[in-house]
């Protein structure tokens, strides 16, 4: 398709365990955005990601978050040690050119993660 | 602390009237907002935005009035459809001195117009 595209759409996963949440842009845009939104929230931002860097990595809740997007293209957010608290959808978004005010970002449908 | 607020979690309108929603903001650096309509299941998609040195903006249905020395905007709907219905999310950014990739969301709310 022409979107945004997440996988998996569902994960369950156990306390403890290693997740990680893939992203497939639309093609030609430059800029990624990882978001987290939790029940009743609204999006939260993680990391934003202009071509293969991190221009901005200061959502991140701890070090136990980590994404990467190695050839400018596709991202995955990988989370360490699963605590109950991730639980949320997780949200990857792109865009054309870096900057939110540059023109609107276009949203993945998400991940929803679930930490029994 | 939340730097984007939307203080009504819902709005029920009847179709073909006005649908106003509101977010006001604590932070005055910011200087670019957005607003963003999410259906269940789906990511949030773009609607409207405005930039600090406009007070308003239009784009058919939907139209975004700024108040910058309220920290202030609201999202008009008019008239409302059935297919509006939708949460809505209000977001700002700092274009300058700040994050481009940093959206602070509102918590939204949850617009239903009924026919």
């Known amino acids: 398709g022409a979107g945004v595209s997440q996988t998996p759409s569902n994960k369950v996963t156990e306390k403890g365990k290693y997740v990680e949440l893939r992203c497939d842009p639309i093609s030609g845009h430059t800029a990624l955005y990882w978001y987290r939104q939790s029940l009743g929230q609204g999006p939260e931002f993680l990391i934003y990601f202009q071509g293969t860097g991190a221009a901005d990595d200061s959502g991140l809740p701890n070090d136990r978050f980590f994404a990467v997007r190695p050839e400018g293209s596709v991202s995955t957010l990988k989370i360490q040690r699963t605590e109950r608290g991730d639980s949320a959808v997780y949200l990857c978004?792109?865009?054309?050119?870096?900057?939110?005010?540059?023109?609107?970002?276009?949203f993945g449908e998400g991940s929803r993660l679930t930490v029994l | 602390d939340q730097q984007v607020k939307q203080n009504s979690p819902s709005l029920s309108v009847q179709e073909g009237r006005i649908s106003i929603l509101n977010c006001d903001y604590t932070?005055?650096?910011?200087?670019?907002f957005l607003w963003y309509k999410k259906y269940p299941a789906e990511g949030p998609t773009f609607l409207i935005s405005i930039s600090s040195i406009k007070d308003k903006n239009e784009d058919g249905r939907f139209t975004v009035f700024l108040n910058k020395s309220a920290k202030h905007l609201s999202l008009h709907i008019v008239p409302s459809q059935p297919g509006d219905s939708a949460v809505y999310f209000c977001?700002?950014?700092?274009?300058?001195?700040?994050?481009?990739?940093?959206?602070?969301f509102g918590k939204g709310t949850k617009l239903s117009v009924k026919p």
């Open positions: 977001a700002a950014s700092r274009q300058y001195g700040g994050s481009q990739g940093n959206l602070i």
């Open positions: 932070n005055s650096m910011f200087d670019y």
């Open positions: 978004a792109s865009s054309p050119r870096g900057g939110p005010n540059t023109g609107e970002l276009f």
